[in-house]
């Protein structure tokens, strides 16, 4: 079992998918572990992204994350990290997979709904900068039994 960072970014909150996005996380069976809607600080945002400190496009994508608030999750489930990165599809909507969350719901990498861990090390790191460890939940998931042998 692994556990993911998931954000649904501003522009996903402000065209109303949340619900819909979620949904798609609970229908392939994951375990919600942390969730919580925030308007991040500079800094939080900052600190989320350092890896692009200094691309061209890092104060852009700041000042997008910051523009208004985002649904963070902490997801759990058998290779969460890649699995949740393939239902994101990649980074450009227009060159991510037919049927992506990326690919159904946006038009353009500056603004492409969701953020995805990439790696065990920034899923932790990233879990860290978002959720206290009391903000993590952990609940048995009923249905399991159901979706792993
Ligand atoms: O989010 P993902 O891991 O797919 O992509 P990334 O390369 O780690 O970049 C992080 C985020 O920065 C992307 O999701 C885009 O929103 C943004 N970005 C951008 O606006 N312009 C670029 N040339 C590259 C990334
Ligand atoms: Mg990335």
């Known amino acids: 079992m692994e556990r993911t960072f998931v954000a649904i970014k501003p522009d996903a909150v402000q065209r109303g998918f949340i619900g819909q996005i979620i949904e798609r996380f609970e229908r392939k069976g994951f375990?919600?572990?942390?969730?919580?809607?925030?308007?991040?600080?500079?800094?939080?945002?900052?600190?989320?992204?350092?890896?692009?400190?200094?691309?061209?496009?890092?104060?852009?994508?700041?000042?997008?994350?910051?523009?208004?608030?985002?649904?963070a999750m902490v997801v759990e489930g058998n290779n969460a990290i890649s699995v949740v990165r393939r239902m994101m599809g990649s980074t450009k909507p227009q060159e991510a997979e037919v049927g992506t969350i990326r690919f159904d719901?946006?038009?353009?990498?500056?603004?492409?709904?969701?953020?995805?861990?990439?790696?065990?090390?920034?899923?932790?790191?990233?879990?860290?900068?978002?959720?206290?460890?009391?903000?993590?939940?952990?609940?048995?998931?009923?249905?399991?039994?159901?979706?792993?042998?």
């Open 31 to 71: 375990k919600i572990v942390g969730l919580k809607m925030l308007l991040p600080t500079r800094e939080l945002a900052e600190k989320h992204y350092e890896e692009h400190i200094g691309r061209e496009y890092f104060e852009r994508l700041v000042a997008f994350i910051i523009s208004g608030p985002l649904v």
């Open 105 to 149: 719901f946006a038009q353009v990498k500056e603004m492409n709904i969701i953020h995805g861990s990439d790696s065990v090390n920034n899923a932790k790191r990233e879990i860290d900068v978002f959720f206290k460890e009391d903000e993590l939940i952990d609940w048995h998931h009923d249905v399991e039994r159901w979706l792993y042998e």
